[in-house]
T-cell receptor, first 116, second 116 residues
Framework: AQSVAQPEDQVNVAEGNPLTVKCTYS??????LFWYVQYPNRGLQFLLK??????LVKGSYGFEAEFNKSQTSFHLKKPSALVSDSALYFC??????????????FGQGTTLQVKP | ETGVTQTPRHLVMGMTNKKSLKCEQH?????MYWYKQSAKKPLELMFV???????ENNSVPSRFSPECPNSSHLFLHLHTLQPEDSALYLC???????????????FGPGTRLTVL
């Protein structure tokens, strides 16, 4: 069965420091992986995705994520956090296994708090 | 903005009311989705439409009734809801939906529904 885990409910980081938001997944076939961000009272905004190729994916607002097949992880990173990065972050996976409908499975979300 | 709009943004209704949520996408996509977002829970996929045909109903109670008259519009008709149905309802669209699709889903801002 497909699943996504975000092990941390909240991540706190000081402005200017690097940040990491963790995500691990479980799928039957090859994974298609996504990160979304949600600001208060807003919908989800797409940040980046991994389909195939280079394990380091670069996305919007200076974010990047590293796909690690052996650890089944897709952690979101940013070298220098901004206060405006404070939001709710969702990891999602789609299974390429042909027996699935291709629906996106979301993690429970991680709240990122960046303090000045 | 993502090109996906939702109306109304906020809705308060009694358990005996009938109301509808509307979603419109201006991206030329062919797949549309309804999700439910409750506090402290992962996003729950409710319905998927692909080229106006319903391809997924995720065991949603019949008090929620979707309608997709064309690829640009999606409705969620609500009747005799329960207080536990209070949540943020998110609409999304993507170019298409299917097991091998790597397409990104783009989300609207959501409708915050409160059932009294």
């Amino acid at each position: 069965a497909q699943s996504v885990a975000q092990p941390e409910d909240q991540v706190n980081v000081a402005e200017g420091n690097p940040l990491t938001v963790k995500c691990t997944y479980s799928v039957s076939g090859n994974p298609y992986l996504f990160w979304y961000v949600q600001y208060p009272n807003r919908g989800l905004q797409f940040l980046l995705k991994y389909i195939t190729g280079d394990n380091l994916v670069k996305g919007s607002y200076g974010f990047e994520a590293e796909f690690n097949k052996s650890q089944t992880s897709f952690h979101l990173k940013k070298p220098s956090a901004l206060v405006s990065d404070s939001a709710l972050y969702f990891c999602a996976v789609r299974d390429s296994f042909s027996g699935n409908t291709g629906k996106l499975i979301f993690g429970q979300g991680t709240t990122l708090q960046v303090k000045p | 903005e993502t090109g996906v709009t939702q109306t109304p943004r906020h809705l308060v209704m009694g358990m005996t009311n009938k109301k509808s949520l509307k979603c419109e996408q201006h991206l030329g996509h062919n797949a549309m989705y309804w999700y439910k977002q409750s506090a402290k829970k992962p996003l729950e996929l409710m319905f998927v439409y692909n080229f106006k045909e319903q391809t997924e109903n995720n065991s949603v109670p019949s008090r929620f009734s979707p309608e997709c008259p064309n690829s640009s519009h999606l409705f969620l008709h609500l009747h005799t809801l329960q207080p536990e149905d209070s949540a943020l309802y998110l609409c999304a669209s993507s170019p298409r939906q299917g097991p091998i699709s790597t397409d990104t889903q783009y989300f609207g801002p959501g409708t915050r529904l409160t059932v009294l």
